[in-house]
């Protein structure tokens, strides 16, 4: 591939400036051998070329000129006429056709795949852009990846992601890469801290676990099942199954996802089983030993029972003293670092 794609295999850690923190730690992770749904990246490269194209960098200044960021309407209405204009600029013919040509070589019959951002800085040890950009799920065909790339690249201006940057005091023009994934057709999916997220204890991960994509449970319409269970000794040393009315699952088209009723006698049912769950603690644990810090993994089961990890990041803004005794929840940690309309999904 050329400077603007490169295969999901090849990156490294040391490529997260060129291609944005998610496409550097999926390739960090099939190099360590954890099942990742293949894919390519498009570098920030790709995403400097589609701004220079259509002079949207003057776009933005202008539109953010003399907002002040304390005021969220006016933010709000900067980010919209931002997001509106390079939603109407065409990807650049050269970025186009290497899109078109992971794609084909990925998915040659036309089926579909995950888009997702994958921004510089994001997924550090010190910031998290988690939940600010947009992932888009069961995206098929070339024309479909390539406007769902635009819209990850526009979803870099969103009005979280302006103030976000503004609060860090970061002058630097952002930047973007994109990662393009086989879909996974999951059954089940959720998040795995390899610690507990609310006291820090570094000997338990957190797990919490849903049916369908990740949408429900992101968005606040459904409590997931939640475990805490003892990285040393593998014991559940709690099990909270909830009732999960609704679950997202792709459209009977094939393209995109749509919301739906779990089915009556399901929805009381634990997702995982003690197989799963031992599954997933290995993984974690593996990944863990990887990065060499405590991760937060977003993970799928597929309908045939394949486990396969979407994403994992650092594990951020950790308490350094235990609170008081309280119930650990994966869920809580999801809810208060990217709030409930964070972008998760499998």
């Excluded at 459904?222 to 593998?234: E, F, H, I, N, R």
């Amino acid at each position: 591939m050329t400077a603007f794609t490169r295969s999901l295999q090849v990156l490294r850690r040391f490529d997260a400036s060129a291609f944005g923190g998610k496409s550097a730690a999926l390739g960090e992770l099939l190099c360590a051998e954890i099942p990742v749904p293949p894919g390519f990246a498009l570098s920030t490269v790709a995403f400097t070329a589609f701004m220079s194209q259509s002079n949207l960098d003057a776009a933005v200044d202008g539109a953010l000129a003399g907002v002040a960021m304390s005021d969220a309407d006016a933010v709000r209405g900067a980010s919209e006429s931002i997001t509106a204009v390079m939603r109407c600029a065409a990807v650049p013919q050269p970025v186009a056709e290497e899109i078109a040509r992971g794609y084909r070589e990925l998915q040659p019959s036309n089926s579909p795949v995950a888009v997702r951002s994958s921004a510089v800085g994001e997924d550090s040890a010190e910031t998290t852009f988690a939940g600010q950009q947009e992932t888009f799920l069961w995206v098929r065909g070339i024309d479909a990846v390539c406007s769902a790339v635009r819209d990850c690249w526009a979803s870099l201006y969103s009005a979280q992601a302006i103030t976000y940057r503004a609060n860090l005091a970061d002058q630097r023009r952002p930047a973007m890469g994109v990662t393009v994934q086989v879909m996974v057709d999951a059954e089940i999916s959720g998040v795995m801290f390899t610690c507990n997220p609310v006291s820090g204890d570094p000997s338990m991960i957190a797990i919490n676990a849903s049916w369908g994509l990740g949408l429900a449970v992101v968005g606040g319409e459904v409590t997931p099942d939640d475990y805490l269970v003892s990285k040393v000794t593998g014991e559940v040393v709690r099990a909270q199954v909830a009732t999960k009315s609704v679950q997202y699952v792709p459209r009977s088209d094939g393209s995109g996802a749509e919301r739906v009723e779990v089915d009556p006698e399901r929805r009381d049912v634990a997702c995982l089983n003690a197989p799963a769950l031992s599954q997933l603690v290995e993984v974690g644990r593996r990944i863990e030993r990887h990065f060499g810090s405590h991760q937060d993994v977003e993970w799928a089961i597929d309908r045939s029972g394949r486990l396969f990890v979407v994403q994992s990041r650092p594990v951020t803004g950790l308490r350094r003293d235990p609170p008081k005794p309280a119930p650990a929840s994966a869920l809580s940690a999801v809810m208060d670092t990217f709030g409930a309309g964070g972008k998760r999904g499998a």
